[in-house]
Nanobody
């Protein structure tokens, strides 16, 4: 059984940075596409970005240029570096994994989420 565990969330001031980690266990996910999503209170879940096994990343419009996804396949871990944070980035951030190269929906595995709060 695959488990994804996010960490690194917390409280940060506007303009600051945070780095989230997602550690996978249960199987090697080096060939999987890894993704990040977020959900703010009262809002639908939002796609943040994804990274393929090759390292090629794609981002949602709201985070492009501020967030960077990377992965360490040897450590079975994916990262989300978040810079220039604003209160609008406050949300629970979720890690996901899928065997497809470009998952559109129904990702295979999900983490439990980590809270990110950005104060103004």
């Amino acid at each position: 059984q695959v488990q994804l565990v996010e960490s690194g969330g917390g409280l940060v001031q506007a303009g600051g940075s945070l780095r989230l980690s997602c550690a996978a266990s249960g199987r090697t996910l080096s060939s999987y596409t890894m993704g990040w999503f977020r959900q703010a209170p009262g809002k639908e879940r939002e796609f943040v970005g994804r990274i393929r096994w090759s390292g090629r990343a794609y981002y949602g419009d709201s985070v492009t240029g501020r967030f960077t996804i990377s992965r360490d396949n040897a450590q079975n871990t994916v990262y989300l570096q978040m810079n220039s944070l604003s209160p609008e980035d406050t949300a629970v951030y979720y890690c996901a994994a899928d065997a497809r190269a470009i998952p559109r929906s129904g990702w295979d595995y999900w983490g439990q989420g980590t809270q990110v709060t950005v104060s103004s």
